[in-house]
């Protein structure tokens, strides 16, 4: 009987508490109305003070750019508030509430990504005269426990021997080599994309001095295991910056650190830009801890054929999707929307092209004109309204499947204490890139209304500006960000009280 302890000897180490960083009722049927009804500026005669309310809340707050935001009653359908609702702003993370709403209505809450092993060739006697094959499916959640599994599973088939390639495919989706080429390359964040992931196509660095020189290691870690990897290599130099260099070397990443900013010891996660080739170099190691050797692995671009030996299943796509908004992975938005639009088109689409494919989605089901550049809000060039965001919200559809798999959202004083007595509900996804803010989602007002809201701040002179200094955080950005979120707070709970009378 093999155990997890004794693939320590294949090369993987089994690591105790040692997590995988990243990486919730229904409403009645709203009233059939066109499109063009909320599209005005003006609110509902029933509501004549709400406005000026809630935009003096906004001309109060200390924040320049643009600020947009749109209330909506779920059941009817009439909108409620609009303070400059039409003005298009970057959605950043909520970008992925669209996206949810997209794939679960595109592929059902029940699909579920398939990861499989198929032998191209003869088996005999345990051994596969043949091609070894491993085809993603675009799974994004497949994580180190999981390749240890598939190489369990394989031992499990009586395969000892392979006596041909070890072929991986990623073209279950177009491989992206990074979500936003505009950001840094060394952000984990924006890694690329491909049908077969690992560990949302991360790399774990660490590192430790050891006298005048440091000892690192670049692994894919988990929470049991960490396996050596050799795609993507690590240099420690003389100089003073930039702190991370990357050079695409093929079939390998080069990176190299600056010496003098790593300290005592230290660790971050970095972006895997060859996915298929990254989980195949760690399927590889646990194949050889289970006494099957293999080649190094070679990427395929043609779809796999040959007899399955064995198959991963995912988790359904409500419960990534739930995932997804709770911890905004980036990659699970790019995976889910791409399976979508390729669902849709029947063929596979690029990222470009399927974020323009859920655009026009978005047009068809709402009769809104948004322009998104990616699924997962990385990208600071898409644009969308409050008014076309709350829109999109409040069809009884979206409610029925956003509702229940959207976070809760603390409601907090300046003091980021809860709120005494608040019995509204508020359940939202953020959205934040540096200068750019966003909320979006539902409010069951102290009385029971539902609510379908959108707020997007932004001030994208000062975005340009930080972009300049080269860092993550530029000046300025932490203190918008504080400012945008207290604005949030104060917006949410006038229409949690004012959205009953």
Known sequence: MVTRRG????????????????????????RSRPYDAPQST???????????????????????????????????????????????????SVS??????????TLSPDYQFKTRLLANGSISNGVLTGDLILAGGGDPRLQ????????????????TEVRGRFLVWGGALDRIEEIDETQADYLGYNPAVSGLNLNFNRVHFEWKQNGDDYDITMDARSAEYRADVTVSKMRVVERSAPVYEYTDLGETDDWSVAKGALGDFGSRWLPVREPA????????????????????????????????????????????????????????????GMTASNQLAGESRGLRTSALGMSRWCTRQAGILPRFVDHSGLGDTSRISAMNMAVLLARRSAYDTLHPILKDV?????????????NGLVRAKTGTLNFVNSLAGYIKTEGGRDLAFAFFAADLDAREKGKLEGTDRPRGARTYASRARWLQQQLIQFWAKAGDA
């Open 277 to 336: 080739l990254y989980v195949g170099d760690v399927f590889r190691t646990f194949a050889r801890s289970q006494g099957i050797v293999l080649p190094a692995a070679v990427q395929s671009f043609e779809a796999p054929t040959g007899t399955t030996l064995a198959t991963l299943t995912s988790p359904i796509l409500r419960d990534v999707a739930k995932d997804m908004l709770k911890f905004s992975t980036n990659l699970t938005a790019e995976a889910c």
């Open 410 to 422: 603390r409601i907090v004083d300046q003091n980021r204490d809860d709120v005494p007595n608040f």
């Open 96 to 105: 992925k509430a669209v996206t949810a709403l997209y794939s679960l209505q």
């Open 144 to 159: 180190t426990n999981d390749v240890a599994e598939l190489a369990q599973m394989l031992k499990d088939t009586g395969i």
């Open 7 to 30: 693939i320590l000897a294949g090369g993987a180490s089994m690591i105790a508490g040692s997590a995988l960083a990243n990486a919730p009722e229904r409403s009645l049927r709203p």
């Open 42 to 92: 003006e609110v509902s005669d029933q509501r004549p003070r709400a406005r000026p309310d809630a935009a003096q809340i906004i001309a109060n707050a200390p924040m320049a750019g643009d600020i947009g935001f749109a209330v909506m009653d779920v059941r009817t359908g009439e909108l409620l508030d609009n303070v400059n609702g039409d003005v298009q702003l970057p959605p950043a």
